[in-house]
């Protein structure tokens, strides 16, 4: 039965049935009738807020027009609005044209180089998490700190409008601690510090994000011991029981906003430093977080290339800390290397086990006791200069390895042992094409190859390091090798390999002219 158009209060309004499109495009998107979008003024891209009666829930979707697909007085909605209102098909909605926000006016304040107050940035963070800013207005705020940039009164303000924005996770009495690596390098040093540091006695509810550039996250290989989608009651039952967690910050709504401006950073390669620390300090109060130790990996292949760079971001990591009541420490870590000899979700994984196990102690594990052992000074229960032989004795004792099999148990075990955990079955060898000394190894390449392999969608696909920085090889020895699940990405993986110098041999001569 058709349902007729009703003059509501707030402005012209239909009712419209729902029709469900089975499609999934990140967005919250409808598809009007043109006749049903000219009654209610609407254009392609303008939006429209949907109200469900049966439950009161409501959205701002953007609108697209046909004049076919969907018939009058019907509205198509995408998986992920129909998901967020709770309709099916034949469900009745009341639809209206959806004034737009008054952030919209903030965004484009911050385009023309004007600084942003605190209302205002709680403001546009509001609308971005309640969908009242379309995707394009989302990305026009990205653009805008990216080529105007967050001082340092604007990163505090958006700090704490994330941090209300957001849910919070309370835990009993001990003393919760965090720590983050802004990354680009490999190796999972997350996975041996969290049972380091929960086995010392100390709360440590780490959310970890999933790999958009490399060729694992902390929860891509986390996920191939134990299940990482926990929702907040979960991590605080894992947490309450074990000390530690390791979790898909994804999963959890520590900042949704954060999460909506993440996804739109990542395509277009925007990394704006404001909006880098409003979102690791956000999240890391959002778990109760009073000691934090920030990891800032410095090199040529990772995100922060140069030293003046990482002080400069050192310094507002410690201010914002300030400002938010936490006792924050920076660490700027050696990025000119391979942070151990692994890449992908399944081999990084197994990789921290080996260490866990105490197999071999290498610049990954030593990196690791070192960031746990700052963790603990910085609390003030471990006096400085002893952090890192605290640290060491519990991985050496084997009370972090007997800890990570608790945090991975009661999150639902996957894999306990490093001798659990498979690789992909097809195999090729990079060998060298020279004699002589490895002067560098570029992680970038690296990833990017482990990633043609298939990593991180294929958990067992990657790359292990044979040869170290610094060591002398012959013609013919095993540089790395590459694991696929099929000989089409191994081929891809291999070809790139070998057409780009991922390992250079040091030399004399490095110019000539004539």
Same mark, same amino acid.
């Given at each position: 039965?058709?349902? !007729? ?37 609407? *254009? ?6 949907? !109200? ?13 027009? !046909? ?10 909605? /995408? ?18 044209? =959806? ?56 990163? #505090? ?11 919070? +996770? ?19 040093? !997350? ?8 086995? =010392? ?31 907040? @009651? ?16 994804? =999963? #959890? ?89 692994? *890449?992908?979700?399944?081999?990084? %994984? ?7 196990? @105490?197999? /071999? ?14 963790? +603990? ?77 298939? =990593? ?16 002398? #090889? ?5 540089? /790395? ?11 891809? %993986? ?21």
């Amino acid at each position: 039965m058709a349902l !007729t158009p009703a003059r509501q209060s707030g402005g012209y309004s239909q009712k419209l049935s729902v029709r469900s499109i089975d499609l999934s495009s990140g967005k919250l998107i409808a598809v009007l009738n043109e006749i049903d979008a000219r009654e209610l003024g609407i *254009f392609p891209l303008d939006r429209l807020e949907i !109200t469900n009666p049966e439950n009161g829930r409501s959205a701002n979707a953007v609108v697209d027009v !046909t004049d076919s697909i969907i018939g009058e007085n019907s509205i198509g909605m /995408f998986r992920e609005l129909s998901q967020l209102l709770g309709v099916r098909d034949g469900s009745a909605v009341k639809c209206n044209a =959806a004034p737009k926000p008054r952030s919209v006016g903030f965004v484009k304040k911050k385009m023309d180089g004007g600084r942003l107050s605190q209302e205002e940035l709680s403001c546009i963070i509001e609308d971005i998490s309640s969908n009242r800013l379309s995707e394009i207005e989302t990305t026009a705020f990205v653009s805008a700190v990216y080529m105007r940039e967050f001082d340092l009164d604007e990163t #505090v303000a958006m700090t704490k409008a994330l941090i209300e924005n957001g849910r919070k +996770l309370e835990l009993s009495s001990k003393t919760v601690v965090d720590k983050h690596s802004i990354g680009g390098t490999n190796g999972r040093a !997350t996975m041996i510090i969290v049972p380091i540091i929960a086995a =010392a006695g100390y709360a440590i509810p780490k959310t970890s994000s999933r790999s958009i550039t490399s060729a694992a996250g902390t929860a891509d290989s986390m996920e191939v011991l134990a299940n990482v989608s926990l929702q907040l @009651g979960a991590i605080k039952r894992v947490v309450e029981k074990t000390n530690g967690c390791i979790a898909w910050g994804g =999963a #959890v709504e520590l900042a949704p906003a954060d999460d909506k401006i993440i996804k739109i950073e990542h395509p277009l390669s925007l990394d704006p430093e404001g909006q880098v620390i409003a979102s690791v300090m956000a999240k890391k109060a959002s778990v109760g977080a009073k000691y934090v130790v920030i990891d800032i990996p410095v090199g040529p292949y990772v995100k922060v290339r140069t030293r003046e760079k990482a002080e400069q971001m050192a310094l507002k990591f410690v201010e914002v800390g300030k400002h938010l009541g936490m006792k924050v420490e920076v660490l700027l870590t050696n990025g000119t290397e391979p942070s151990g000899k692994a *890449f992908g979700p399944a081999l990084e %994984a197994k990789y921290a086990l080996e260490i866990l196990e @105490g197999r /071999f102690f290498d610049n990954l594990a030593r990196k690791s006791v070192e960031i746990s052992g700052a963790l +603990l000074e910085l609390t003030g229960d471990v006096p400085k200069g002893q952090g890192y032989a605290v640290s060491l004795d519990i991985l050496q004792s084997g009370k972090a390895l007997q800890k990570m099999k608790e945090i991975i148990s009661e999150q639902g075990a996957r894999a306990l042992s490093s001798q659990d955990i498979k690789t992909a079955p097809y195999k090729k060898e990079v060998l060298s094409v020279q004699n002589g000394e490895i002067s560098t190894i570029n992680v970038g390449y690296l990833n990017h190859i482990a990633r043609l392999a298939g =990593a991180p969608a294929n958990q067992k696909a990657g790359v292990m390091l044979d040869a170290e920085q610094g060591a002398s #090889v012959t013609k013919g020895t095993v540089l /790395f090798e590459i694991y696929a699940e099929n000989e089409a990405k191994l081929d891809a %993986a291999y070809e790139f390999a070998i057409r780009n110098r991922v390992v250079e041999f040091a030399t004399i001569i490095i110019g000539k002219f004539d």
